[in-house]
């Protein structure tokens, strides 16, 4: 298992967040998100063997949200 840490501009608010949390639990491998709603901070824990972490942050990006660099 890895662990990323990123920080989604949109994920301050609840909707985001809910979408969010669905792509990630539909994307194979990812095991667990947390979720910081005071800083948009998303740590995502997934098995390296079944995704890696720029499909994950490619397909955050695919939904609209943004994220900070």
């Known amino acids: 298992m890895k662990e990323i840490t990123i ?5 301050t608010s609840e909707e985001p ?9 539909q994307t194979e491998g990812v095991e667990r998100a947390l979720v910081d709603i005071d800083d948009g ?16 942050k490619n397909k955050i990006q695919q939904h609209g949200l943004h994220l900070l660099h």
């Not at 920080?7 to 994920?11: G, L, N, P, R």
């Not at 967040?17 to 639990?25: R, S």
């Not at 740590?43 to 994950?56: G, M, N, R």
């Open 7 to 11: 920080f989604v501009k949109e994920a």
């Open 17 to 25: 967040i809910k979408t969010l949390e669905t792509i990630l639990m």
């Open 41 to 56: 901070e998303v740590k995502i824990l997934y098995d390296e063997t079944q995704v890696a972490d720029e499909k994950i």
